[in-house]
């Protein structure tokens, strides 16, 4: 996810906690300043937790982020958040009306469903509106003269590079691609010169990038250069990289890995 995104979005939610708790709105309007504060920074920290996974969860990979998508990921963080709001109602000892079940679950997400919708709506503007911007216009063709064949144009780069989305990679990356990560509608390419972000969704990049690595799991392509080893520790399998960090797999990947790059197990 965008860090600038992220910001915005933590910005949002802030705002608004912290603009209820001086309101004395809500359940806790009759406790004092330091209880109300803390009440409402906790909701606004739950909201934006919720709204970072359903980002995740609908969004993340995507070529754009639609009407569609805005919508149905802003739903989707209010019914994560209802289980928190509950939470949050237990940790400062409000009283529920009705006892735990269904009913109460759903009396919650009615009485918040609203709000946090629209919270998760504004905090998705940004990246809404960086993916609806017009369309830029086709260069108009070349006149030639008459008699003249027009002849196929040469590459822009060397062979080496990989087109992506239409365009080519940037020279930052032309030392090859060690790592690719979703980060919403864009890609994030990892190379020996740096990171360079490029237009989505991920498994396009991925089938561009060629049979030089492996998806371990969603939203997350290793080379095989860049690969150390496999490993399992408690149960857990990793892909260890050459700079140091390691990468979770999948299940759905793990056969497919462990014949590609083979496996070492660690206690």
């Given amino acids: 996810m965008s860090q600038r995104w992220g910001r915005f979005a ?9 603009t209820l708790a001086y309101l004395q709105a809500g359940p806790v309007a009759s406790h004092g300043a330091v209880v109300r ?9 739950a909201t934006f937790v919720c709204w970072w996974l359903s980002q995740w969860l609908v969004v993340s990979g995507r070529d754009r982020l639609g009407r569609r998508l805005l919508v149905l990921s802003s739903l989707v963080a209010t019914l994560l958040f209802v289980p928190a709001s509950l939470a949050i109602d237990l940790l400062f000892s409000l009283p529920e009306e009705e006892p735990p079940g269904l009913a109460l679950f759903v009396d919650e997400w009615l009485a918040s469903a609203v709000p946090v919708f629209s919270c998760c709506m504004i905090a998705s503007l940004p990246a809404w509106l960086s993916t609806t911007g017009p369309a830029a216009p086709a260069p108009a063709p070349a006149l030639l003269p008459r008699g003249e064949v027009p002849q196929p144009e040469a590459p822009a780069g060397p062979p080496s590079e990989t087109r992506v989305d239409g365009g ?9 691609v060690l790592r690719a990560t979703a980060d919403l509608q864009y890609v994030h390419l990892h190379s020996p010169e740096g990171v360079t972000t490029v237009p989505g969704p991920m ?10 690595g492996l998806e371990v799991r ?6 095989d250069r860049h690969v150390k080893r496999l490993k ?3 149960g857990r399998w990793f892909v260890l990289l050459r700079d140091g960090q390691q990468v979770a797999v999948s299940r759905r990947r ?12 660690y206690a």
């Fill in 218 to 223: 969603r939203g997350e392509w290793i080379a």
């Fill in 254 to 265: 793990l056969a497919e890995v462990k014949e590609r790059w083979g496996s070492t197990r």
């Fill in 37 to 45: 504060h803390a009440f409402w920074v906790a909701t606004a920290v």
């Fill in 168 to 176: 080519l990679l940037p020279s930052a990356v032309r030392g090859g």
């Fill in 10 to 18: 933590a910005t949002v939610f802030l705002l608004v906690g912290v």
């Fill in 232 to 234: 399992s520790i408690r």
């Fill in 203 to 212: 498994h396009r990049v991925v089938g561009l990038l060629g049979d030089h």
